[in-house]
C-alpha cells in the first residue's frame, strides 16, 4: 500500500508541544534501519535503496499485487521518488526482503537477483506512536508458501519492538485475501474490525508479556549487522 508519508504532518500538525516532541522523536526512530541488514535462517532484510527500484517496479506492473497490496500502478521515475520519500519518511520503516538461501550461495550476485518482496511498518495513529501497521509482500509467486513472509513479518515486529519502541502492531488486508489473514493469525494477530466500505479486515498483536516472551524466542536467531561495511555482504 503506498501511502504517501504523514512526515509533513507530524512536523507541521496541531497538538500540544509535548505530542509533537514525543511523535517526531518517536518517528526519527523510524529511519533508524538505513544502516541495518537483518540476518534470518531464510530471509535477509535489508534498507529499500535506488538499486532495488527497478525489479520493484516490475513487481508492481501485475494487476493481481497491485490489488493485493492496494496499491496504484506507478511510472518508474515516480517509483524512484516514492524510494526516496520512503527512505526519507520519518514515519514509515520499510525493508526490501532478499532470499537468504541464494543470497549467501551466490556470492558476486547483486541484491537485485535476490529480491523476493518487502516489508513495512508506517506510524498511522499521530496520538498513539507505540501503534505500528505492518505489510508485507512475497512477490515473486515461486518464493510463496515457503515461510519467507512469516520469517519477515517475524523479524519486523522484532525490530519494531526492540528498535522503534512499538507495542502494538495492526494489519489491514482485503477480506478476500485467505493466506494473508491466515498468516498473520498464525502470528498471533486477532481480527478487530471490518470494514465493508473498503472491504478489509484489521488485524491486531498487542505485545504482553507472553507475546514479547514468544517473539523473541522466534527472532532468537536473528542477526542485525551494518548494511554494507563490508562484513555483511556475501553478494
Ligand atoms: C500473504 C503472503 C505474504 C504470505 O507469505 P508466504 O511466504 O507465502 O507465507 P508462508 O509460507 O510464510 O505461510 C504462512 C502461513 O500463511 C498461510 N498461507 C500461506 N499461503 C497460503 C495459501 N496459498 N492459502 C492459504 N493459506 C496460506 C498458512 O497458514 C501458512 O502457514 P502453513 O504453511 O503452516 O500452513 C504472500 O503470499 C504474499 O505476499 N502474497 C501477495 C501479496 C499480499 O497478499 N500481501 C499481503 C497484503 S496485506
Same mark, same amino acid.
Given at each position: 500500500?503506498?501511502?504517501?508519508?504523514?512526515?509533513?504532518?507530524?512536523?507541521?500538525?496541531?497538538?500540544?508541544?509535548?505530542?509533537?516532541?514525543?511523535?517526531?522523536? @518517536? @518517528?526519527?526512530?523510524?529511519?533508524?534501519?538505513? %544502516?541495518?541488514?537483518?540476518?534470518? &535462517? &531464510?530471509?535477509?532484510?535489508?534498507?529499500?535503496?535506488?538499486?532495488?527500484?527497478?525489479?520493484?517496479?516490475?513487481?508492481?506492473?501485475?494487476?493481481?499485487?497491485?490489488?493485493?497490496?492496494?496499491?496504484?500502478?506507478?511510472?518508474?521515475?515516480?517509483?524512484?521518488?516514492?524510494?526516496?520519500?520512503?527512505?526519507?519518511?520519518?514515519?514509515?520503516?520499510?525493508? *526490501?526482503?532478499?532470499?537468504?538461501?541464494?543470497?549467501?550461495?551466490?556470492?558476486?550476485?547483486?541484491?537485485?537477483?535476490?529480491?523476493?518482496?518487502?516489508?513495512?511498518?508506517?506510524?498511522?495513529?499521530?496520538?498513539?506512536?507505540?501503534?505500528?501497521? *505492518?505489510?508485507?509482500?512475497? @512477490?515473486?509467486?515461486?518464493?510463496?508458501? &515457503?515461510?519467507?513472509?512469516?520469517?519477515?513479518?517475524?523479524?519486523?515486529?522484532?525490530?519494531?519492538?526492540?528498535?522503534? !519502541?512499538?507495542?502494538?502492531?495492526?494489519?489491514? *488486508?482485503?477480506?478476500? %485475501?485467505?493466506?494473508? *489473514?491466515?498468516?498473520?493469525?498464525?502470528?498471533?494477530?486477532?481480527?478487530?474490525?471490518?470494514?465493508?466500505?473498503?472491504?478489509?479486515?484489521?488485524?491486531?498483536?498487542?505485545?504482553?508479556?507472553?507475546?514479547?516472551?514468544?517473539?523473541?524466542?522466534?527472532?532468537?536467531?536473528?542477526?542485525?549487522?551494518?548494511?554494507? !561495511?563490508?562484513?555483511?555482504?556475501?553478494?
Amino acid at each position: 500500500m503506498r501511502e504517501p508519508g504523514l512526515g509533513a504532518w507530524l512536523v507541521g500538525g496541531g497538538g500540544s508541544p509535548l505530542l509533537q516532541w514525543t511523535l517526531s522523536s @518517536a @518517528a526519527a526512530n523510524m529511519r533508524l534501519n538505513q %544502516n541495518t541488514l537483518l540476518l534470518g &535462517k &531464510k530471509v535477509v532484510l535489508v534498507p529499500y535503496t535506488s538499486e532495488h527500484v527497478p525489479r520493484y517496479h516490475e513487481w508492481m506492473k501485475s494487476e493481481e499485487l497491485q490489488h493485493l497490496t492496494a496499491s496504484e500502478p506507478l511510472s518508474l521515475e515516480q517509483e524512484y521518488a516514492m524510494q526516496r520519500s520512503w527512505r526519507e519518511d520519518a514515519d514509515k520503516c520499510t525493508f *526490501i526482503v532478499l532470499d537468504a538461501e541464494k543470497w549467501q550461495a551466490q556470492p558476486g550476485a547483486t541484491e537485485e537477483s535476490c529480491m523476493v518482496g518487502d516489508v513495512n511498518l508506517f506510524l498511522t495513529d499521530l496520538e498513539d506512536p507505540t501503534l505500528g501497521e *505492518i505489510e508485507v509482500m512475497i @512477490a515473486e509467486p515461486s518464493c510463496r508458501g &515457503k515461510g519467507l513472509g512469516t520469517e519477515a513479518v517475524l523479524m519486523m515486529l522484532s525490530y519494531g519492538v526492540t528498535r522503534l !519502541d512499538l507495542t502494538k502492531f495492526e494489519a489491514k *488486508i482485503g477480506q478476500g %485475501n485467505e493466506p494473508s *489473514i491466515r498468516m498473520f493469525q498464525k502470528l498471533h494477530f486477532e481480527q478487530v474490525a471490518v470494514s465493508s466500505v473498503f472491504q478489509e479486515v484489521t488485524l491486531r498483536l498487542t505485545m504482553s508479556e507472553s507475546e514479547h516472551h514468544w517473539l523473541l524466542e522466534q527472532t532468537s536467531h536473528v542477526e542485525e549487522k551494518p548494511y554494507r !561495511d563490508g562484513s555483511a555482504e556475501p553478494c
